[in-house]
């Protein structure tokens, strides 16, 4: 006879081998279940209340795991952050060896919710930026291909030959930012603007595991940065320091930084099918980014650039608010410097410019108020925001606030810009 099973809970899991550490589920869960160390992204099963905002969000499916655990015994965060691999499910004896005495069933249920939190007795719910980005693309979207290589797929990975590394920022400790060039010879890696790839850094870390890959978002258009050739391209900064200023040694950010012409790299994707551009015509763009987020803008607006010189497109307003802490430290500040006033709408804006009072991009865009609202008003207007999760939150609040200030409703408006595919924040 079958041993009696304990009430059965169906834990929530991050598979690691798939997992590529973009972030978009940490950014994403309003219970702050999920964390990470400098390996693996967990979810804390005493947190977590299975609300699945994640689920869409996460590019790979990596975020779509369970296992059916007994009471008591759920996989602890200790744990998860020690896994190469997600453990296999218990069989039936297995879990019956850990009932403990009392109610027996066969059906598992979602791991119990997190306590409910403090009545908020002023009405009001605490606002999140992550709320408001959409997870869908914009209706005019190219079709966007994902994971053809990788853990998933019939090939692991693909090999790409770098054919240019250049950097694109001044010589500066903390700002060593390089245009990567990768050439995928006659293997088919279709992109689109706003989709990201995998590279798998060589070597193992200091356990002896090979490395995971780390994503990078795409800095060039669809038909190539060499048009016609199979290639695309990447933005990377070298790090140097963690977010508390400590010192260390990014391992993928450092080898990709330091590849040389004819080096090869292995590549895993491409990802990602929401953060992407509309194709309608007289669609309007605005690009919100700091540092290295600057990478899908440049793509967007490489490829609008390509349409309007080819004249078979017509497109409307394209508007760029940039930030950084100097002009020396911005990527492509030259080339985007060169670019056609009536073609483009550029805003800078520097927060640690000597004798010149801090300036972010949210304050950037609360000057550019009036051309702003009637912009996030247009059904043809869709709103891209990518760089450091500092700067989400004031975006998005700067956003509210000028429909607000114009006596709009961010709660009707922001809702039709997060259901029609409008807003989409990718912050890491």
């Given amino acids: 006879m079958n041993a009696a099973l304990p009430k059965l809970l169906k834990q929530h899991l991050i598979d690691p081998e798939i997992c590529i550490r973009c972030n978009t589920c940490e950014a994403t869960c309003p219970q702050n279940a999920i964390t990470h160390d400098s390996r693996n992204y967990v979810v804390d099963v005493n947190l977590c209340n299975w609300c699945n905002a994640c689920i869409s969000p996460c590019p790979t499916g990596s975020i779509d795991n369970y296992r059916t655990v007994a009471p008591g015994h759920a996989y602890s965060v200790e744990e998860q952050l020690s896994w190469d691999e997600l453990p296999a499910e218990l069989s039936r004896d297995q879990l019956a060896a850990l009932a403990p005495s009392g109610e027996a069933s066969a059906e598992p249920s979602a791991a119990p919710a997190a306590p409910a939190a403090p ?34 797929s019939a090939q692991s990975s693909i090999t790409a030959t770098v054919v240019g590394n250049v950097r694109v920022t001044e010589v500066g400790k903390e700002y060593d930012t390089h245009h990567v060039m990768l050439d995928f010879g006659a293997m088919p890696f279709p992109v689109l603007e706003g989709q990201s790839i995998g590279i798998i850094p060589p070597g193992v870390d200091e356990k002896g595991r090979p490395h995971h890959a780390r994503q990078y978002s795409i800095a060039s258009p669809r038909n190539g940065e060499r048009p016609g050739y199979n290639n695309l391209s990447l933005t990377i900064k070298r790090v140097l320091e963690d977010h508390q200023g400590r010192a260390v040694r990014g391992v993928a950010s450092n080898y990709m930084c330091d590849l040389q012409v004819g080096d090869t790299v292995q590549v895993i994707g491409p990802f990602g099918h929401s953060f992407l551009m509309p194709n309608h015509p007289r669609s309007n763009i605005i690009m919100i980014c700091t540092g290295t987020g600057s990478a899908p803008m440049r793509a967007m607006t490489e490829w609008r650039r390509r349409l309007r010189a080819s004249g078979k497109f017509e497109g409307g307003k394209l508007m760029l608010f940039f930030g950084a802490r100097t002009p020396e430290e911005l990527p492509y500040f030259g080339p985007l410097m060169n670019l056609p006033k009536d073609f483009i709408d550029i805003n800078f804006a520097f927060s640690r410019v000597a004798g010149q009072p801090k300036k972010y991009v949210q304050d950037a865009i609360k000057e550019r108020a009036a051309d702003l609202v009637p912009l996030l008003k247009d059904a043809n207007t869709f709103v891209y925001v990518c760089g450091l999760k500092a700067m989400e939150e004031g975006v998005v609040m700067a956003l509210r606030d000028l429909i607000e200030q114009s006596g709009g409703s961010w709660a009707q408006l922001g809702a039709q810009l997060k259901s029609e595919g409008r807003l989409h924040l990718e912050t890491y």
């Fill in 119 to 152: 009545a908020d007795t002023t009405g009001e719910q605490p606002f999140r930026s992550a709320d408001w980005g959409a997870t869908l693309p914009p209706w005019s979207a190219a079709h966007a291909y994902t994971k053809l290589y990788g853990p998933t």
